[in-house]
């Protein structure tokens, strides 16, 4: 069975300092993929970024960076100079990839990790 | 913005009452999806299609079914409502592979709908 595991319910940290969040995840599959998305005060769900466990690259996009490390099969996601925009409850995922190749069916998420930027 | 639609935005129903949700899409995707979200619990699939008249349950699709006759419409029905699921539900889309593992980055992400609040008293 897929687990994600966000061990950090909650996260406060003054605007401008780096912030990290946890992910770490658990498969019996070799291939499936990663994903992060962030829910703000506003309640909606923006997908954020997508990985698969062919590429171990990490990614960088503006403020955001994600490391994904197959060996402690962790995904971890870093805020550079956090900003009050930056506050949001943010959730890990992780599916399969059908052998088939038709696409993922269920995402399994984490519990999430509540971000709070202070001003 | 992946043209998903939920209806209603808020429901408050009584305990018994059927109650359905419906998800629309304008994009023709193939898959679409509904979850629960709940404190402590993050986000969790009820059931899912992979086309017109093809669904099957997810991890809590008990008290819960769907029914998918069009590509764009996905409805999510509570044959009898209870205080259980009082929830925010969430209805998501996403396209399929047509072939091979590995998918390209904007296929095989499943984007969310606003969300429905549905409280059962």
């Known amino acids: 069975a897929q687990k994600v595991t966000q061990a950090q319910t909650e996260i406060s940290v003054v605007e401008k300092e780096d912030v990290t969040l946890d992910c770490v995840y658990e498969t019996r599959d070799t291939t499936y993929y990663l994903f992060w998305y962030k829910q703000p005060p506003s309640g909606e769900l923006v997908f954020l970024i997508r990985?698969?466990?062919?590429?171990?690259q990490n990614e960088i996009s503006g403020r955001y960076s994600w490391n994904f490390q197959k060996s402690t099969s962790s995904f971890n996601f870093t805020i550079t100079a956090s900003q009050v925009v930056d506050s949001a409850v943010y959730f890990c995922a992780l599916s399969e990839a059908k052998r088939s190749g038709f696409g993922n069916e269920k995402l399994t998420f984490g519990t999430g990790t509540r971000l709070t930027i202070i001003p | 913005d992946a043209g998903i639609t939920q209806s209603p935005r808020h429901k408050v129903t009584e305990t018994g009452t059927p109650v359905t949700l419906r998800c629309h899409q304008t994009e023709n995707h193939r898959y679409m999806y509904w979850y629960r979200q709940d404190p402590g619990h993050g986000l969790r699939l009820i059931h899912y299609s992979y086309g017109v008249k093809d669904t099957d349950k997810g991890e809590v699709s008990d008290g819960y079914s769907v029914s998918r006759s069009k590509t764009e419409d996905f409805l999510l029905t509570l044959e009898s409502a209870t205080s259980s699921q009082t929830s925010v539900y969430f209805c998501a889309i996403s396209e399929s592979l047509t072939g091979g593992l590995v998918a390209s980055k904007s296929t095989d992400t499943q984007y969310f709908g606003p969300g429905t609040r549905l409280t059962v008293l």
């Open positions: 990985r698969n466990s062919f590429d171990e």
